[in-house]
């Protein structure tokens, strides 16, 4: 399958993990766009192409991630972006607004294959 055509964003508040999924979805011919919080996010949603899918980690230390996800899925042309929760499988159940959840740690494999199940085409 082709890589995705819209960028994708990844909101990791961990710098090394971030890097690596950045590196690894650029690898495999993706765009992304890292963001560390959700206010890092949203202005970068404020500039970019709307993404193809969100990669949402699950503990943010700054910022509301049920309030960003409410952002997301309130607003009109966002609503569509899939969601997928980056999870230290502290989430066992459907969480409003999400599409998937990917336990931490992952393989990279597992990512990518995420990312093509799941990113707008």
Same mark, same amino acid.
């Given at each position: 399958? @082709?890589?995705? #055509?819209? #960028? !994708?964003?990844?909101? =990791? ?11 690894? @979805? ?22 970019? $192409? ?5 990669? *949402?980690?699950? *503990? @943010?230390? =700054?910022?509301?991630? =049920?309030?960003?996800?409410?952002? !997301?899925? =309130?607003?009109r042309s966002l609503r569509v972006v899939? %969601?997928? *929760? ?7 159940? #459907?969480?409003?607004g999400i599409q998937a959840i990917l336990?931490?740690?992952?393989? @990279? $494999?597992? *990512? %990518?294959?995420?990312v093509e199940a799941h990113c707008l085409?």
């Open positions: 399958m @082709l890589p995705c #055509p819209s #960028p !994708i964003l990844v909101v =990791e508040q961990h710098p090394d993990v971030r890097t690596v999924i950045h590196a690894a @979805l650029e690898h495999e011919g993706y765009t992304s766009v890292p963001a560390p919080s959700t206010s890092r996010a949203l202005r970068a949603l404020g500039w970019m $192409d709307r993404p193809g899918l969100i990669l *949402l980690d699950e *503990l @943010l230390e =700054e910022g509301d991630r =049920e309030g960003f996800i409410q952002f !997301i899925r =309130e607003s899939p %969601i997928v *929760l980056l999870s230290v499988g502290g989430v066992h159940h #459907p969480v409003a336990r931490k740690p992952f393989h @990279l $494999d597992t *990512l %990518i294959d995420v085409h």
